[in-house]
């Protein structure tokens, strides 16, 4: 039996700013970092001196072969303090994947801890010019040698081996899916700052979506972009002479280690099984469980996750994700529909690995969600990445023990 | 080299021949390919195989018999290696 999680509801969000979601930014994405980092301080009515503590995830996650540069294509913490010109006591990169919650992981750490009191959780996201997952490479070093001579690469590939798993054992038709991309456009076209604001998508413009590795279509990918957000983490004790309405961190969890894989290799079983382990520590971290949470923000980078999540997490039974969705089961606007997808998630936004699902999160906890403002909603959940290899946390409005 | 088992850092590994029979497991078909190439190659069907010898042991190749194969979860597959350049063969399977 493990120690339970002493930092329960004892770090919260106070604070956050979010650039627009563009195809390509007409400044860099340093620059435009430094201005989200200081709208979200100032946002949380600190100043930048005060923030002593930074962390992010810098990963630019892109198969091509586009140089990986600070400041220009990601943006890591220590770049961010530097340039803010502030010395902090913590500054720190998370390294594994689901890299939102595992930086809201090290933040809580932090500030639970001692070792900082208000922690700036940033993440940068970059669209290269031309194209994102082309690699002209010619010879294959590594795990790579193994499937990039027979055409095996990326993650198209990747996750369509998944998710043709998923199709095949459980006799779900690829046609399904168009449900989960027209509810996240529905709300993405909702979001002033999405790209795709005001572009709602219908179902046959999915079904015509062009197959790039089948099963997988086009739009299951969400589309690279220019982005950035910041959040400002504090304690739940100096949250209160703060001026928004705190949100709570209750718990978090991050992916353990499978078998034996080759990076691109995700077999479905690998999927549930550590998946399943991934919710068990979210909900012992939490002290809640699946029918408590109002607002479960699901990953969806690729479309197949949001099945994943949704049958990981108990909110179906595993193999009736793509019933549950089918049968409204995902429906923001219905009274019986779970708003797994409301803040509009990547397919609605664009690809901001995790942003979405902690935003529309905190948004709505602090009743700060404006015109999409939901009634009722105060444990929330978001999650980024695979539930075998990525992380969730979990929000509330209120700091239960 | 660390074995997915015991843990060993020195586990010996011995190569072993092996039957090169298997079992589908999942697969996939590029119509697009973000490598340099393949397009010529378009549609590729790509297949993951657990071996018999050892069902953990999975190998990712190109399923020769092309895209309209009848493939089902657990089709009996069989190696055919292709050859790529004088010294570079690479797992390719067809359907057994």
Known sequence: MSSPFLARNRVAVVGYAHTDVVKHADRSLGILALETAKQAIADAGLRT???????????????GNHAVEDGISTVSSAWLAQHLGVNPRFASGFQGHGQLPGSVALAVNAIASGGADYVLVHRALHNPPGSYHGNPMQHAVGAMQWTVPQGY?????????TYNEYLQRFGASPDAMATVLVEARKNGARIPWSYWHDRPLARQDYLDSPVLVEPIRRLDCDIPVDGVAAFVLTSAERARDLPHRPV??????????????????????DLYETGAETARRLWEAAGVGPGDIDLPQLYDGFSPFVYLWLEVLGFCPVGEAHLFVQNGGIDSDSPTGLPVLSGGGALGNGRMHGVPQMLECYLQLSNRAGQR??????????????????????YSTTAFS | MVCPRCHHPDPGFTFEPVSGEGTLRSWVILHQSFLPGFDTLLPVVLVDVALDEQSDVRLIGRLLDGPDAPLVLGSRVRVAFEDLAPDIAVPAFTLA
Not at chain 1, 248 to 269: E, F, K, N
Not at chain 1, 374 to 393: D, F, N, T
């Open chain 1, 153 to 161: 690469f990326g993650p198209l590939a990747m996750i369509g081996l």
């Open chain 1, 49 to 63: 001196d005060q923030i002593d503590g930074f962390t992010s995830s810098a990963l630019f996650p892109s198969a």
């Open chain 1, 373 to 394: 403002q939901r009634e009722g909603a105060s444990i929330a959940l978001a999650c980024h990445s695979s539930p075998h290899l990525g992380g969730a946390v979990v």
């Open chain 1, 248 to 269: 709570y961190i209750s718990g978090y969890a991050s992916g353990s280690p499978t078998r034996p894989r080759s990076p691109l290799h995700w077999p479905l079983d």
